[in-house]
């Protein structure tokens, strides 16, 4: 995937995108009955008057900018509650539902649509033919406004729930680990073994999250050098300038002017934040997080932690392990460790869950199913996290039955002796 069609899709995935979609499309329609005004035969043009229209329309412009209000102040409340009741990260993931949009956008197309239609008819733009044309189209909006009202209110039964809020961040962090099993290495070649020696070191000057890798635009810049290009460090890294992120193995008397620099640092994308597309760590990361929130003393709801423990085993047994052809060859770069899902998704959990057995003992359940999926490095890290989850538990736990119960649970899952 390009640069520019990622930055597309993140374009797509705002509400302001899916809005203005809406309100053309509103804009469109409206005036689709002046247009098609000559082509109605003169003997419907007298059936509907213009006070039908304009009442329908009056209705729908007063109404819709009411519900649009309400439901923008709803969303901000939803995230506000996601925010504190499972993590910040997760507000992402609520603004960019598509249920959401899609009522957003169809509250404010409605409104536009009654807007423009109004003008219309009180400039005498329509004809008898456009008032047939705009009764017709304003019934099927007022159809669309019931059934996206119908959607919303079940909707809004869940919003900001954790529950919620934990199935919209699986759905978004699942796809990418699909994507991570299909190609770990974005079909460029994987790094064996160390780095080279004698590559031209290249850091970013700017100080963020790392986005999106364009590997794509990295083969372009290598093949016009006939170099490879070795990309250090993985998306969703936090870098800085002199941190290195790339490595040049130039041919022997090449040199790296200013303009290829340039290029390389447009193929990385910085910001503020991460971005699920290109880091399956990300989801697994969020999860945890909820888990945590769900751990702590002033919330004390280890029902919610077992819960996102089930969640994070589905997203890591996602996708299918396999060699991905390779389409870049002028590009390599690491493989994510398997020790580093492992961290993400139940290092929190674990730590913060280890005085309570229930917690405890999901963890080995799920540690004991991660071993037996046929991914590289799976088995011998869950030994290893379930032995550090059950060191963790006997240092907290006072109840020798409860510690007893979780190292029978560790020896069934023969992920101890």
């Not at 456009?130 to 919003?159: A, E, K, P, S």
């Amino acid at each position: 995937m390009s640069k520019r069609l990622w930055m597309a899709l993140q374009a797509m995935r705002q509400v302001w995108f899916i809005a203005t979609l809406y309100c053309i499309a509103a804009v469109l329609t409206a005036l689709l009955g002046i247009m098609a005004d000559p082509v109605i035969p003169e003997d419907l043009q007298d059936i509907i008057g213009r006070s039908a229209v304009d009442s329908l329309l009056t209705i729908i412009a007063s109404s819709m900018l009411s519900v649009l209000v309400f439901s923008l102040n709803t969303l901000v409340q939803a995230s506000t509650a996601a925010a504190s009741n499972a993590t910040p990260r997760a507000v992402g993931t609520i603004l960019q539902d598509r249920t959401a949009q899609s009522a957003l956008s169809t509250f404010l197309g409605a409104f536009i649509f009654s807007l423009v239609g109004l003008i219309a008819l009180n400039t005498s733009l329509y004809g008898g033919g456009g008032r047939l044309v705009l009764f017709v189209v304003t019934i099927g909006v007022i159809v669309l406004i019931v059934v996206t009202l119908l959607r919303w209110i079940n909707y809004l039964g869940h919003l900001g729930q954790v529950t919620k809020t934990i199935t919209q961040v699986e759905s978004a962090a699942s796809p990418s680990m699909e994507a991570y099993r299909a190609a770990p290495c974005l079909h460029a070649r994987t790094q064996q073994g160390s780095l080279p020696d004698g590559l031209v070191m290249i850091e970013h000057d700017e100080i963020g999250y790392l986005r999106f890798i364009d590997v794509p635009a990295l083969n372009d810049i290598a093949e016009e050098l006939d170099a490879d290009i070795y990309v250090l460090e993985r998306t969703g890294t936090f870098v800085t300038p002199g941190r290195h992120i790339a490595g040049l193995a130039l041919q022997s008397g090449a040199k790296v002017d200013e303009e290829t620099l340039n290029a390389v640092h447009e193929a990385f994308t910085i910001g503020a934040a991460r971005s699920y597309d290109q880091d399956p760590l990300y989801g697994l990361t969020v999860l945890s997080q909820i888990a945590m929130r769900a751990l702590s003393p002033g919330i004390n709801d280890p029902g919610t932690a077992i819960d996102v423990i089930g969640n994070l085993v589905r997203i890591m047994a996602a996708g299918t392990p396999g060699e991905a052809e390779v389409h870049y060859e002028r590009v390599v770069m690491p493989r994510i460790e398997t020790d580093d899902f492992f961290d993400a998704a139940f290092t929190g959990i674990s730590r913060d869950g280890a005085d309570k057995v229930e917690v405890g003992l999901r963890l080995q359940h799920a540690f004991e199913s991660l071993s037996l999926l046929p991914f590289p490095g799976y088995g011998e890290s869950a030994r290893i996290y379930s032995a550090q989850a059950l060191e963790r538990a006997r240092a907290m736990l006072d109840f020798e039955n409860d510690i007893k119960r979780l190292e029978a649970m560790a020896r069934k899952g023969r992920l101890t002796d």
